[in-house]
């Protein structure tokens, strides 16, 4: 089961942080597309950017498309705790929807 979740401030979009993942500190940035209403994360890991652009989206694990030993060893996957979301929203976002961090095989 996956109790931790990352935090998103929709009040500071856009806005990087770090936190760390399985021992190892990745950076985070947050975009918001007001146009389309959804989200991105941009991650970087020692100062460089490992991925840029990738959409949350309900679900679907973050980065499972990429394949480098540079990414986080756990999934974050945006859920929605109360199952009524059909897509990520700006309405939703940290309120029923969150960015769950589990281990990979979850």
């Known amino acids: 089961m996956m109790d931790e979740y990352i935090e998103i401030d929709k009040n ?3 806005y990087a942080f770090e936190m ?4 190892e500190i ?14 991105t994360l941009d991650l970087f890991k020692n100062g460089g950017a490992l991925v840029v652009g990738e959409k949350l989206i309900l679900n679907r ?3 499972r498309n990429r394949v ?3 990414l986080p060893n756990v999934q974050i996957i945006p859920k929605d705790r109360a199952h009524s979301a059909t897509r990520i929203t700006y309405e ?5 929807v969150f960015l ?5 095989d979850e």
């Open 20 to 23: 760390e993942l399985a021992g």
């Open 61 to 63: 694990p973050l980065f």
């Open 68 to 70: 480098s030993s540079e």
């Open 92 to 96: 939703n976002l940290n309120e029923t």
């Open 26 to 39: 990745f950076g985070f940035e947050v975009n918001y597309n007001r146009a389309h209403d959804f989200f």
């Open 100 to 104: 769950y961090v589990g281990e990979p």
């Open 12 to 14: 500071e979009i856009p």
